[in-house]
């Protein structure tokens, strides 16, 4: 069977991710808890089976280098602790993530190994109860 170039990019992601946990634990898995990363596959499902209603989106721009993941990231994840649930959005689109190396290494030392499932990306269908948008790592252009 042949694998659809989004299982194949997974893969891929997969094998960079734990590669970059072996190196960094000289072997042993030790896991992630406490990560401020922690439950985003669950996050995301919480997101869909609200249908978005009293989410914000975090956007990062739309380069999609690690700044403006990392940003979004954060701020996702610090947005609950003000108000308000929040998830974050890749700009980067599915087949192109395995040419953002920056982002994968710190995903995968983020315990993040399948970003396609535990984050929101192009292609995923936007709920329609999602009314609220917050743009990270914006560079407005000179007027």
């Excluded at 190196?23 to 401020?36: E, P, Q, Y």
């Excluded at 108000?83 to 395995?98: C, L, M, N």
């Amino acid at each position: 069977m042949i694998a659809s170039p989004s299982q194949s990019i997974e893969r891929k992601i997969e094998t960079r991710s734990t590669r970059l946990h072996k190196d960094r634990d000289n072997g042993k898995d030790k896991g992630k808890k406490g990560s401020i990363l922690t439950g985003k596959k669950s996050r995301k499902a919480e997101f869909l089976a609200n249908n978005g209603e009293g989410w914000t989106m975090v956007i990062g721009n739309e380069a999609g280098d690690l700044d403006s993941l990392a940003s979004a990231l954060g701020y996702a994840w610090l947005r609950p602790n003000m108000s308000g649930k929040a998830i974050t959005y890749i700009t980067t689109p599915r087949e192109d993530f395995v040419l953002r190396a920056e982002n994968l290494h710190a995903l995968g030392l983020a315990g993040i190994n399948h970003p396609f499932e535990e984050l929101y990306c192009p292609g995923d269908p936007i709920p329609s109860q999602v009314s609220q948008f917050a743009l990270v790592d914006h560079n407005p252009g000179l007027f």
